[in-house]
């Protein structure tokens, strides 16, 4: 999984983009559903879990800790878990790739286990802050030896039982909030997390689907989310939306390639998640949500998206929890529109699986945009439609969405534009490629 020869590719749009397509399963969703599914007692049943390297991790590391994971010929996965308290001691380093939301994750649920894990990962995990998780954690009882920075490699020593806390979340962060809450599941009586800014809930929604007792409070603009610890999660049938966040590349796809008409199927629209589209909206898109239903407690539609034209926006700082992944896609639909963009209080994109505001910046000026990057964000001046220059090698370094967003570039711009490497896509994406291709581009 970690340190795969580079795989280069360009790509490129002969003419419109047509068709139907279905994205793989949410990556936030699916973490999550072998999590709990790993801590309820008995058999729990996911489909359309997206098999992705970053959440193969999550199961390998969950087999490691001493559930049972199979897939079914189908495509259903099956789980039995060891339920709440019982995680058993991983003989080996937990290996996560390049994956940030299991390592700080799984951090949480070690740290209230009488077990000790060691966390490794690739070059790109292992420059990730974890300090933000260690510090609530060790509060919590849970030891830690980090290396310098609070990276990776790191060990967790995790006490039971665990030392109950009330936490206000200094970063927007729902990996770090969904590690506390999970600590809390084995942990005495009630821990409590304090979110000023709101960030994705599926922590929230799937605990209580498994049966945890799990409140949320809203005070003002605060959400206050308690869950009762020493919880008996019940085995559940999960089923996963596609992904809003792989989604955005399809659907920008077909708003910049003139001509273009695109449906894309069964993507999840948590208002958490959904960000990206209402700011596509505001920028002009010619967008809209069929079939709106729910599915598995997540709202779900299809979206039906046309070639348009498109104006720059001010982005609000307030939205971008709700897009938090999407800002390497948004800067590109910015590089073509009519107009500036201005986005600010992205200073979180900077510890990603690479620094999204300077590699963005980098790549989109080597195609021929006009950005400007600033300490919490980039302002682009676009085209106003036309194509971009194209012509270089754009260094994706090691983050999927980076290599995603340059494959996207490269359908509207005149010469090739070159991803140096394509092989992180599988984390997040597996047949993105193959999905352009049955789209209408070239790829190679
Ligand atoms: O909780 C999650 O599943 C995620 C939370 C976000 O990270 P942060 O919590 O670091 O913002 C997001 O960027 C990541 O892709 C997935
Ligand atoms: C930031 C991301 O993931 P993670 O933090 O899990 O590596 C992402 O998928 O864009």
Request: aromatic share 4%.
């Amino acid at each position: 999984m970690t340190d795969q020869h580079p795989r280069p590719a360009h790509f490129a749009a002969p003419g419109p983009l047509s068709g139907t397509v279905r994205v793989p399963g949410d990556k936030s969703i699916s973490h999550r559903s072998l999590m709990l599914s790993a801590l309820a007692v008995g058999e729990s049943k996911v489909d359309g879990l997206l098999e992705g390297e970053d959440v193969l991790a999550t199961a390998a590391a969950m087999r490691a800790m001493g559930a049972d994971i199979a897939r079914g010929t189908d495509g259903r996965w099956t789980i039995h878990g060891v339920g709440v308290g019982s995680l058993l001691q991983p003989e080996a380093a937990l290996d996560m790739g390049n994956s940030g939301t299991s390592t700080r994750l799984l951090m949480g649920l070690v740290a209230s286990h009488p077990i000790t894990a060691t966390f490794i990962g690739d070059a790109s995990l292992s420059k990730r802050p974890m300090g933000r998780v260690i510090e609530p954690l060790g509060s919590m009882g849970a030891e830690f030896t980090a290396s310098p920075g609070g990276r990776l490699p790191l060990m967790v020593r995790g006490l039971a039982p665990a030392v109950p806390i009330e936490y206000r979340l200094p970063v927007a962060s729902a990996q770090v909030k969904s590690a506390i809450l999970l600590a809390g599941l084995n942990t005495p009586g009630i821990t409590r997390v304090i979110e000023p800014v709101p960030t994705r809930d599926h922590s929230e929604r799937m605990l209580r689907g498994f049966g945890a007792e799990l409140t949320v409070e809203q005070d003002g603009g605060t959400r206050i989310i308690s869950v009762r610890g020493e919880a008996e999660l019940k085995p559940q049938h999960i089923v996963v939306p596609g992904d809003p966040s792989s989604a955005g590349f399809p659907v920008v796809a077909a708003l910049l390639v003139p001509g273009s008409s695109v449906t894309v199927e069964n993507v999840g629209l948590n208002p958490t998640r959904a960000g990206l589209f209402e700011i596509l909206k505001a920028m002009g898109a010619d967008l809209r949500f069929d079939n709106e239903r729910i599915v598995g407690g997540e709202p779900v539609a299809d979206i039906v998206v046309r070639h348009s034209t498109l104006k720059g926006i001010e982005v609000p700082a307030e939205i971008a929890p709700s897009m938090i992944d999407e800002f390497p896609i948004l800067f590109v639909v910015a590089a073509l529109a009519e107009g500036r963009t201005v986005t600010r209080g992205l200073e979180e994109l900077r510890v990603k699986e690479s620094d999204r505001l300077a590699t963005m910046a980098e790549g989109l000026r080597a195609i021929g945009a006009r950005v400007e990057e600033r300490e919490d964000g980039l302002v682009i001046d676009g085209t106003g439609g036309e194509p971009l220059a194209g012509g270089a090698t754009i260094a994706a370094r090691l983050d999927h969405r980076i290599a995603m967003s340059f494959a996207v570039a490269g359908l509207v711009s005149r010469d090739p534009v070159t991803i140096d490497d394509m092989a992180p896509v599988a984390t997040s994406f597996p047949g993105f490629t193959d999905m352009l291709v049955g789209l209408g581009a070239e790829s190679a």
